[in-house]
T-cell receptor
Framework: GAVVSQHPSWVICKSGTSVKIECRSL??????MFWYRQFPKQSLMLMAT?????????EQGVEKDKFLINHASLTLSTLTVTSAHPEDSSFYIC?????????????FGPGTRLTVL | GQQVMQIPQYQHVQEGEDFTTYCNSS?????IQWYKQRPGGHPVFLIQ?????EVKKQKRLTFQFGEAKKNSSLHITATQTTDVGTYFC????????????FGRGTQLTVWP
């Protein structure tokens, strides 16, 4: 149990285009999901907390208009990188916290590697 | 800001040697979690520590949570090549959102 998927696993796009990344919890429901980005050989940086049915909570320094988050159901959150630029190239990882499991554990997706040309 | 410090950044050991990574938070944590990330992979949950002074063991891995709930350590006894990867601690400050703030990780290399 506790499987989280991400799609796509990698994407290459041109500068100025928008890219949508999906995060799905496959065998549990998650009111709360999290989005992180990770630069090579660096730590995971929390970008935002995605809440089903309400607005996402963004960390300081993360542009909400740049990184649009939608959490339309208890099993799906999406991150859209709008007007992507080369500096947005990174590894984006989502995680989900199961509802009603009595645990704070987050389960991570496999990540999406974004390359902006 | 995100204030979870982790040292060392890199550790190279001979197989059979012990390994320890340390985590320190500037604020008291509700709980601390440890994750392992293999090269090219995603973080995999190892354990969560909640109580002050808590010690948990998983085979050769020993996890400790400090009395003040601000620091933690992961100790691996007699490392094996399968232990290779980056070990991250992640602190939860107890907000209702359950956000985790990750340390920068310790990259462990084990020489056979």
């Amino acid at each position: 149990g506790a499987v989280v998927s991400q799609h796509p696993s990698w994407v290459i796009c041109k500068s100025g285009t928008s890219v949508k990344i999906e995060c799905r919890s496959l065998d549990f429901q998650a009111t709360t999901m999290f989005w992180y980005r990770q630069f090579p050989k660096q730590s995971l940086m929390l970008m935002a907390t995605s809440n089903e049915g309400s607005k996402a909570t963004y960390e300081q320094g993360v542009e909400k208009d740049k990184f649009l988050i939608n959490h339309a159901s208890l099993t799906l959150s999406t991150l859209t990188v709008t007007s992507a630029h080369p500096e947005d190239s990174s590894f984006y990882i989502c995680s989900a916290r199961p509802n009603d499991w009595g645990t704070d554990t987050q389960y991570f997706g496999p990540g999406t590697r974004l390359t902006v040309l | 800001g995100q204030q979870v410090m982790q040292i060392p950044q890199y550790q190279h050991v001979q197989e059979g040697e012990d390994f320890t990574t340390y985590c320190n938070s500037s604020t008291t944590l509700s709980n601390i979690q440890w994750y392992k990330q293999r090269p090219g992979g995603h973080p995999v949950f190892l354990i969560q520590l909640v109580k002050s002074g808590e010690v948990k063991k998983q085979k050769r891995l020993t996890f400790q949570f400090g009395e003040a709930k601000k620091n933690s350590s992961l100790h691996i006894t007699a490392t094996q090549t399968t232990d290779v990867g980056t070990y991250f601690c992640a602190g939860d400050r107890g907000s209702t959102l359950g956000r985790l703030y990750f340390g920068r990780g310790t990259q462990l290399t084990v020489w056979p």
